[in-house]
Every structure is written in C-alpha cells, then in structure tokens.
C-alpha cells in the first residue's frame, strides 16, 4: 500500500527556501511606508498651488459618494441612494451650489461589509470624494467608521438608527434619523404618562436594532422605580409567531412595545387578534410600509406608530407636496414611499449643508458651520441641531395611528423628558 | 498544481510569482488614476478568498466531498481570532493559529456525517452548518457581539525577535496576505502530491476501489474536512484583521457559494485552478458592480455573472486549469514530439472530473 501512495517524483528544491526572500521583502517594506499615514493626507502633498488642495473640490464641481445595496435581500434600500442621485440633478439643474456642479457617485455594496470597506476605500481613496452622504447598513458603517474618522471624511445623515455613530461623538459623523434608543425611550414615556399604561412587554427582533429598543424601554422603567417589561424575541427568518403571542398574552400585559419589521410585526399583531389579546400597540418607526395593513388585518387599527419625517402620502403638508412633485419630474420610476422620502431628505439636508459652508469650501469649514446649524427647519426634517459636541440629530417624534389601512397623524412633535 | 510538477520547471512559477508578489505595490504607484490603497485592498481580499478556495478545492476537487457550507468554518475562523485578540489580548499569530486549529476540529466533526453521506444529502448538512454558524453567533451575543458583530480589531502584527512588525498599512497587509498564501499553497501542493494527496483522489474517483486498495476512508475523509477548514479558518482570521471588524452579515450563505464558484471557475483538481478562480471572481465581481445600474432591472450585475459562469460550464468545464492545460499540452506535443509521459496520464485522468 505504501509503494502505491509514495510520491513518484523528487522534488529537489526545498520551497520552503523560496519564502525566505518574500520574508525579506516584505519586512523590509513593511518598515518603510509603515510610517506615512494612510489615505487623504497622501493626496494633499502632491498639491502644486499654493491653496490648499481640497479632495473632490474645484472651482466648478464637488464630489459626493455614497453607499448601500442596488442588489440581493437588501436591494429594496437602493431606491434611497437612486432618489438622492435624482435630487443632486434638480440641483444641478437649477445651477448648483456656490457656483459648483454635486457629481454623485454611489457604490453598491450588496449589504456585504467586506464590499462596503472596498467601495468606500474607492470613493475616499480613487474618487476622492469631498463628503459622503447616506451610507446605508448598522454593521456596514460599523465597518468603515475608524476608516472615514482617520481620515476626516465628511458623513452627513448616515443611513442607520444605530446611536453607536454619535455616542460618542465623531468629528466628521453627523446622525440625523432618530436612534432608537430615543424613539424607545419616547415611546415608553408616552404609554406611561399619556396613554395610562400599567404593564408593559416588548415584542423585538433579537439583533442589534430590537435590543436597542428593549433596552431603552427597561432603562426609562428602571428610573421610575417599575418592573421590567416582558421581552418576546424574534428571529429574522422565523415565519410563525403563535408562541411569541401566547408569551405577549400571559405575561399580562397591557401595552406591546413592538420593535420589529413589517413582516414579523404585522404577522404578531394578527396573531395576537386571533387568539383574542388586544393590548394597546406602539411601534417603532421601521414597521411604516403598506404591507402592514394586509399582514395584520383589523387588529392593527389603532396602533400608534413613531415618526419623524412627515407621513410621505400627506398631501396637506406642502414640503409633501413639494417631494411628490420632485419624484413625479426627477424620479418617475420610483415609489412615493418611506425610502424614497427618506432619499429626498437626506439631499436636503446635505445640500443645506454645502450651502453655509460657503463658496471657500473646506472639510474644516463645511463641518464648523455645520456645528453651528440650529432649529434647521427648510427640509423634510421637522427640526435639525447640532452643536460641536452633539452629532445626534433628529430628537423629537410623533404619533401616528393605524386606521383602516393608513396611518393618520395624531399628536404633535413630541421631545424627551 | 501541475503547473509545478515537471521538475525542470518547478521553480519558475515561485520566481514569477514572487516578483510578481513584490512588483504589484509598486507598479499601483506609478499607475495614474488609481489609488493604490483601494486596489491594494481587494488584491488582499482576493488572497484571502484564495485561501479558503484551495483549501475547499482540496475537499472538492481532489476527495469529491461536497460543501456549501464553507463561509461557516471562514466565520468560525473569523470571530475566534477576533474574541482571541479582542477580549483575551492574544497576539495575532497566536489568534490566527488557534482560529486554524478550531476550525479544523469542527472541519473533522463535520466530515464525520460525510463518511455516511454523500452526493446532495452531503450538500444540505454542509449547508446547514453554513446556514447555522450565523444564527449561533447572533444567539450566543453576550460574546459574539451578536448582529452588530466585533469591531475595533487591534493591527495584526508579528514578533521577529527584538522587532515587532506592524501591518498597519493595505500594502503591509497586502504582504502578509500574500505570503500566508503562499506558503498555504506549497502546502497544499506537498499535500496532495504526497500518498495522502492519492488516497483522497482514490476516494474521490471510486470510494469501493479506494477501500480495496486499502485507503482507510475514515482517517481520510476526515482529515480532508478538517484540512480544508484549515485553509478556511487562517482566512476567516485574515479576514477579520483586514476589516478590523466582523458581524454576521460577513458570512451569508452567498458567500459559500462564492467559494465554489471560485473553484468551479478556476478549475477543479487544481490549486493554481483555486488561486486564479478566487483572484478572477473577486474581481469580476467588483469591476461588473460597476455597470451602470438600469432602473427596473436592478440585478444586472448578478445575471452578467450568471452569464459569465454557465459560458465556462459549457465551453470549458475544466475551468480556467483545463484551458492552461490544453494549451500546455498543445505545445508540448508540437515543440517535443515526445510520447506522452507519466504526468500527461495522470493529467487526462484528471480530466475525467469530479464524481
């Protein structure tokens, strides 16, 4: 058996020779431009002139990159990205900002950490972006967070609820959508002080978003000296929820806190009107798609949803009826909806942005003014702030109610307490 | 690998590659329009793709076991080199290393089915690992980190006496990426081309020939889940010190899928087939990212791909090995007129495919 498996030739060269010089080399490379700082600050030497070379800014244009999925599980996210390149034209097409032409580029990133890291490091490093705009994903900006803060990369309105990107604070970051903790802690206030709640239990995806919330909600019952509230978990790809609501129902609660997605949170809700447990409902602002209504049947009517932006189909707010017109002349191919509503904000805040920063325009200069932005109130956003040592953003939200397949408005802005 | 195997030859490919290896940094730099860092990356994330696909050409290609389950022994690799340098403060090597040995020991557990298994029934419980380390990780999230991962990954480095090196930069990292492929390739190389090398293609070509012969399909079905979940886990570790950071997303079943089609593109049955598949899918994925995106038809890319892989299927089954091959052999007939040796047998043998 031996002879059958011996190796039939002789090697004479021991390889393990060969990668002595590569141990070499590479030893002797790694000492030398270990020392020179990686990315933007590389760029800026070569700079002939006098003026300071600014990273994706002429005389007549500035770059602008962003990134998020056009593809795969997550592709339905792109329509954001897709309506901010539609909104930069409308702004090209009315001139520009300060005389300059927005060139946007978005990467798709397929919602894989690994490409976001590749297209950020193209836009950065290749486009030589000014600012980034909108990068989509919790884990993704996670994942080039240190990168962009090394780098003093500009980051208006990163596309995530995630409170990690502004607490603590992050020079160059600048959160805009209200984090979750926020929206939990709103929520929890408002069941206990206005809706006269006793008990209650929180039905949350079991990842980094739902346990935000979950937390958030036994903090603010912990300060007030009550028992904690029942957590019922989910898991992305469970499909039937008749347990999770036999759980809700038992633990006797009188309202549900949900932090869930449509598909799971409107299958819970009609479970729990099946087996005949009626709570009071309160929702995180993710829940907001269409589909809810037929998920859930009539055991949603009533529920109160969280908001920040106005709702995207009110034609009675004339900031409404201002994206609807935009979307029907610059993005006719997509839906009046929450992404696309969201993809116009984010081009206004971000165009307001390169507005103050004024037409000598620096990284330095466009974040200082930006610090000194107070109570902006020209966007779809109600009310927008930030201080040299406040990147948070949006802290204030309201009330909508599920009714007959809508949600209608039905408090005013609300702020914590 | 047979691009190695004549001995008069043997050590070209090495020098090549070699210079090919140092040269690359410095060609991106005099390049224009580029930027080296970004190019450098993917470079870096290809070799570490290339890992993982020799080690899974090792399993497929030359002991005709099946997996779809390859991203979970990467992500295995992955979180236990970051919880090693994160929580514990290990250094890296120690943390690439043991990353390794973990994931060949859960590389050998799992080719214990495999000695009942086969065919599709081998494909679903390898997928259903893949599947499961995910769903585990966010479960266990106390330590894990859970969905929003581990993040924050101190700088891989190596102790070489007095100096510590430091691979702070995409071309430090570039280095060390290529040379733990390298040396993983010669690896590879010695292994398959030793009696063990045999014994799994005895077991891949006829498992009742193999047992006749006596080949102990226990003792070698093993070693070539754990020998490949090796390959995958020293990647994961790589990986993770490359984003300095991991979450769950990093690992979806579409990444095990990219491993085999890595090696189905290349070639299989052959390890420079693994490397040249995983260098040419990283970057056709990324280059074809970069058509434009047509509204209402949003997957472009995904179907171009698709297109691309069946073309192969069809016109050369043998992947990009099987055209290197029949245009070596084309020219070895024409220039040396000499009879076919030893090594063409084994070589048409190969042809033969995976059963």
Redesign the interface.
């Known amino acids: 058996m031996t002879g059958q498996f011996s190796r039939m030739e002789n090697r004479s060269v021991p390889r393990a020779a060969l990668v002595v010089p590569l141990l070499v080399a590479f030893l002797l490379t790694a000492c030398g431009p270990a020392s020179t700082a990686p990315g933007a600050t590389t760029t800026a030497t070569t700079a002939p002139t006098t003026a300071p070379v600014v990273p994706g800014v002429t005389d007549t244009e500035v770059v602008v990159g962003s990134w998020g999925p056009q593809d795969g599980p997550a592709g339905a996210y792109g329509a954001i990205d897709r309506t901010l390149d539609a909104y930069f034209k409308m702004i090209n097409d009315q001139g520009g900002i300060n005389g300059r032409k927005i060139r946007f580029i978005y990467e798709n990133d397929s919602y894989q950490p690994a490409k976001t890291v590749a297209a950020v490091k193209k836009l950065v490093e290749e486009d030589k972006v000014f600012a980034l705009c909108g990068g989509l994903g919790t884990a993704h900006n996670a994942a080039v967070m240190d990168y962009l803060v090394s780098n003093n990369v500009p980051h208006v309105w990163p596309a995530t609820g995630t409170t990690a990107l502004a607490v603590p604070l992050k020079k160059n970051i600048y959160a805009v959508q209200l984090n979750y903790t926020t929206e939990a802690t709103l929520a929890t206030q408002y069941a206990l002080d206005t809706m006269g709640t006793k008990k209650i239990a929180v039905f949350y995806q079991n990842d980094a978003f739902g346990k935000e919330g979950l937390d958030a909600v036994q903090a603010e019952l912990k300060k007030r000296n009550l028992p904690a509230a029942t957590g019922v978990s989910y898991e992305t790809a469970d499909t039937n929820f008749s347990a999770q609501a036999l759980k809700l129902q038992t633990s006797g609660a009188d309202t549900v806190i949900l932090y869930a997605v449509p598909k799971p949170g409107g299958s819970i809700i009609a479970e729990m009107g099946k087996i005949g447990y009626a709570p009071k409902l309160l929702s995180s602002s993710v829940i907001n798609d269409p589909s809810i209504f037929q998920l859930a049947g009539t055991a949603i009517n009533g529920m109160l949803i969280e908001a920040y932006l106005p709702a995207f189909d009110d034609t009675s707010n004339p900031k409404i009826v201002e994206y609807q017109a935009f979307m029907a002349k610059y993005a006719s191919k997509e839906q009046i909806g929450g992404f696309t509503e969201a993809g116009y904000a984010y081009g206004q805040v971000f165009i307001e942005a390169l507005k103050r920063a004024g037409k000598e325009l620096t990284r330095e200069g466009f974040m200082t003014n930006l610090d000194k932005m107070q109570n902006f109130t020209g966007s779809l956003v109600p009310s927008l702030s930030y201080s040299p040592t406040d990147h948070a953003g949006v802290k204030a939200a309201y009330f909508q109610a599920a009714k007959d397949g809508k949600f209608v408005t039905v408090t005013g802005f609300i702020t914590l307490k | 690998m047979h691009w190695l195997?004549t001995?008069g030859r043997?050590?070209a490919p090495?020098?090549l590659g070699?210079i090919a290896?140092?040269l690359i940094?410095a060609l991106l730099n005099v390049i224009p329009?580029?930027?080296?860092?970004?190019v450098l990356?993917?470079v870096s994330?290809a070799l570490i793709y290339a890992i993982v696909a020799i080690g899974l050409g090792i399993l497929i290609g030359h002991t005709g076991q099946i997996s779809l389950g390859h991203a979970g022994f990467f992500a295995i690799g992955a979180y236990a080199s970051a919880l090693l340098t994160l929580r514990l403060g290990l250094p890296f090597v120690v943390a690439v290393l043991v990353a390794g040995s973990v994931s060949a020991a859960i590389g050998f557990l799992l080719g214990l089915p495999a000695l009942r298994l086969s065919g599709p029934y081998l494909a679903v419980a390898t997928l259903g690992f893949g599947l499961a380390i995910p769903?585990l990780v966010?479960?266990q999230?106390s330590w894990t980190g859970?969905?929003?991962?581990l993040?924050?990954l101190p700088l891989a480095s190596l102790p070489?006496g007095a100096f510590t090196?430091?691979?702070?930069?995409?071309?430090?990292y570039y280095?060390?990426a290529?040379?733990v492929l390298?040396?993983l390739t010669?690896f590879a190389r010695?292994v398959v081309?030793?009696?063990?090398g045999?014994?799994f293609v005895a077991i891949r070509d006829s498992e009742i020939a193999a047992r006749a012969?006596?080949v102990d399909l226990v003792r070698y079905k093993t070693t070539a889940f754990a020998l490949s979940a090796l390959y995958a886990g020293i990647a994961g570790a790589l990986?993770a010190h490359l984003?300095?950071?991991?979450?769950p997303?990093?690992f979806?079943v579409?990444l095990s899928v990219d491993f085999l089609t890595m090696i189905v593109l290349g070639g299989l049955g052959s390890i420079g087939g693994a490397l040249s598949g995983a260098l040419l899918l990283t970057f056709l994925q990324?280059a074809l990212?970069r058509l434009p995106?047509v509204?209402?038809f949003?997957?472009l890319?995904?179907v171009v791909l698709g297109v691309i892989l069946i073309l192969t299927i069809v016109f050369f089954p043998q992947g990009l090995a099987g055209i290197a091959r029949s245009w070596r052999l084309r020219r070895a007939t024409r220039t040396l007129d000499r009879p076919a040796g030893?090594g063409q047998i084994v070589e048409l043998g190969e042809r033969s495919g995976v059963r």
């Not at chain 2, 859970?146 to 991962?149: E, I, L, N, P, Q």
């Not at chain 2, 081309?193 to 063990?196: K, L």
């Open positions: 195997r001995r043997a050590t090495y020098g070699l290896v140092l940094p329009g580029i930027a080296p860092g970004y990356y993917l994330l769903q966010v479960w999230s859970g969905s929003s991962g993040h924050g070489l090196i430091v691979f702070r930069t995409d071309q430090d280095y060390l290529a040379a390298i040396v010669i010695n081309t030793s009696h063990t045999r014994a012969m006596g990986y984003l300095h950071g991991i979450s997303e990093d979806t579409l990324n990212t995106v509204h209402d949003k997957n890319y995904i030893a």
